[in-house]
């Protein structure tokens, strides 16, 4: 407990970041206070401001200005005629995705993966919003990039067929030896995987 409630309160409010704990909480606190106090109320206005703004975009489900209004990525016509969708599990794996460049196609967020266990299902991962698009005919090809994990694979069969009923091509993620990597320090799945998925040259 401080000499203040307010500073009490500015310390527990900010350890609802990840990684950020009481210690980290109160340095970055005194550190506001005794620094930067202009700078923090900025900070504060731009979260509140985004925090009230900023929706899911409605054709991908990635972050969006708010409204109704597509994203900057379903907005850009040379995406959507490619006739590529790429489904991620997270906006921060569309940001992956735009920074290495390779990929000229629009996304699906699904902000998780199927877990029954822990009550996520098809509708809290927007999936008839997918299925409209698929249903559209727009999508030629459904790129799967999930998780290789069992919640992963169960979502990556689920949505596979979902796309082969509307006859789209479906593919996901080649996995096996990262670029300047050693076959010793490889996990056996990432092992077998990259072997059974190997290609010709």
């Given amino acids: 407990m401080s000499s203040s409630k307010k500073l009490d309160d500015l310390i527990a409010a900010l350890q609802v970041m990840p990684g950020i704990g009481p210690v980290s909480a109160t340095r970055i606190a ?3 206070l005794d620094h930067r106090r202009a700078d923090g109320l ?9 925090l009230e703004a900023i929706a899911l975009c409605p054709d991908c489900r990635n972050y969006s200005d708010g409204g109704a209004e597509r994203c900057a990525l379903c907005s850009d016509s040379h995406r959507r005629e490619s006739g590529l969708l790429c489904v991620v599990e ?23 993966h199927l877990s029954p266990i822990d009550g996520i299902g098809p509708e809290e991962l927007g ?18 990039a999930v998780s290789q994990s069992v919640d992963g694979d169960a979502t990556a069969e689920y949505l596979a067929a979902m796309a082969r009923r ?7 993620l080649a996995t096996g030896v990262p670029i300047g990597g050693d076959i010793q320090s490889l996990d056996s799945g990432t092992l077998a995987s990259s072997l059974q998925f190997r290609r010709q040259l």
């Fill in 166 to 172: 509307q006859g789209v091509k479906v593919s996901r």
């Fill in 42 to 50: 900025r900070l504060s206005s731009v979260l509140k401001d985004s």
């Fill in 90 to 112: 997270s906006p921060m794996d569309v940001e992956a995705f735009e920074h290495a460049g390779s990929f000229s196609g629009t996304y699906f967020v699904l902000h998780g």
């Fill in 30 to 32: 005194y550190y506001l």
């Fill in 127 to 144: 999936l008839g919003v997918l299925k409209q698009r698929l249903e559209s005919g727009t999508v030629s090809e459904l790129i799967l």
